[in-house]
């Protein structure tokens, strides 16, 4: 098992930037792989970024490309998550997520932390 700790959210003003953590615990980090998922109030769970998706590549979706870039420290046993540019309604709690490397779908949660976008 792998346990995810979330940091990093906070309040910032629209067009600003923060950078959001996810500390891993557990079996080797390297093993998984990681995305970032955001849930706002009322509204699904949305997948916004993930590691090796299809055909090994990076997955961002489109409410974030280009303003979002995932990255992880595998010696910090960190993912992280900076966004850019940041807009209203980016507004969410962001929650980090893993996956053994032989699933489609994520196994592992983190309880998430909240990210406001005042504007």
């Known amino acids: 098992q792998v346990q995810l700790v979330e940091s990093g959210g906070g309040l910032v003003q629209a067009g600003g930037s923060l950078r959001l953590s996810c500390a891993a615990s557990g079996r080797t980090f390297s093993m998984y792989n990681m995305g970032w998922f955001r849930q706002a109030p009322g509204k699904e769970r949305e997948l916004i970024t993930a590691?090796?998706?299809?055909?090994?590549?990076?997955y961002y979706a489109d409410s974030v490309k280009g303003r979002f870039t995932i990255s992880r420290d595998n010696a910090l046993n960190t993912v992280y998550l900076q966004m850019n540019n940041l807009k209203p309604e980016d507004t969410a709690v962001y929650l980090c997520?893993?996956?053994?490397?032989?699933?489609?779908?994520?196994?592992?949660w983190g309880q998430g932390t909240q990210v406001t976008v005042s504007s």
């Open positions: 997520a893993a996956r053994d490397r032989s699933r489609a779908w994520f196994n592992y």
């Open positions: 590691e090796s998706w299809t055909a090994g590549s990076t």
